[in-house]
């Protein structure tokens, strides 16, 4: 037990999987294991990022859980409300989709899709302000990490949208995710001791940012797994998971959410 009351958060990210069958599938699977041994809402909160195309079907699929599970969206556009802007979803349309939640920064926006400082800013501005909570993910390279600057990159990640971010919404809208980008589906996670003085310093970082800066979940991604989740969870800082592959299985998921419902 780490004595922290920040509820954890476990997510699922499904990046560019899977396909509509196979989705519906997961998440009946996912359903039943609640179903059948609950994870008290109280002890863990739980949330799948599908596809776009798939926010709302999977939403549906999962209003009769036996306890809520949130969706999430996987990114948003850098422009706000409505217009003519081919191929973009605003954070006000994911709003009126009733999708509450939206991923920004993930490293493989920042790096295949060119996510500058400037479209992060933008994109958090928008969600905040249409009232959407954001899961910012932050995160150094192996080349950065093995240069001793891990820290630096990190929390300059942090500062960077700090502007845009009142102390209100930083209370009550805001996920930090860090995904240190060597350790994202490469099987290799950062060990619990790297992983927990990383999570202390963005710490440092948010209570020197915002008053709410002790309250705020900061989850860890990359390469989290049933056998890995329990000593993750196990350390004061980590309040949480943002998962990628192993989010694709069910039992895996909720291995994963079990070890964050039973060790925080
Ligand atoms: P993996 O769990 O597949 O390493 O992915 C982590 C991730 O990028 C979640 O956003």
Not at 115 to 123: E, G, I, L, P, S
Not at 155 to 175: K, N
Request: charged share 15%; net charge negative.
């Amino acid at each position: 037990m780490s004595g922290s009351t920040i509820i954890p958060w476990v997510v699922g990210n499904w990046k560019m999987n899977p396909m509509q069958a196979n989705a519906k599938q997961l998440v009946q699977e996912f359903k039943q294991l609640l179903a059948q041994h609950d994870i008290p809402a109280a002890q863990c909160h739980l949330a799948v990022a599908p596809v776009t195309i798939a926010l709302t079907t999977v939403q549906t699929a999962l209003a009769d859980a036996a306890r809520p599970v949130h969706v999430v969206a996987q990114d948003v556009s850098r422009i706000a409300g409505t217009g003519a802007y081919t191929g973009e979803v605003s954070a006000e349309l994911l709003k009126d989709s009733a999708i509450d939640y939206v991923l920004i920064g993930h490293s493989e926006r920042r790096e295949i899709f060119a996510d500058d400082v400037a479209a992060v800013q933008a994109k958090i501005k928008n969600a905040l302000t249409a009232g959407l909570t954001v899961i910012y993910c932050v995160g150094e390279s192996l080349e950065q990490r093995e240069q001793g600057i891990a820290d630096q990159v990190v929390l300059q990640q942090i500062c960077d949208v700090a502007t845009v971010i009142s102390a209100e919404q930083w209370q009550q809208q805001m996920i930090i995710a860090y995904e240190p980008i060597w350790a994202i589906g490469t099987g290799k996670t950062a060990s619990p001791q790297d992983a927990q003085a990383m999570h202390a310093k963005i710490r440092e970082g948010l209570t020197q940012i915002t008053p709410a800066g002790q309250q705020i979940a900061i989850l860890y991604g990359g390469s989290v797994k049933p056998e890995n989740a329990a000593e993750l969870a196990a350390c004061p800082d980590i309040n949480g998971a943002l998962v990628g592959g192993a989010s694709l299985n069910a039992e895996s998921f909720y291995q994963i959410a079990r070890a964050f419902a039973d060790n925080k």
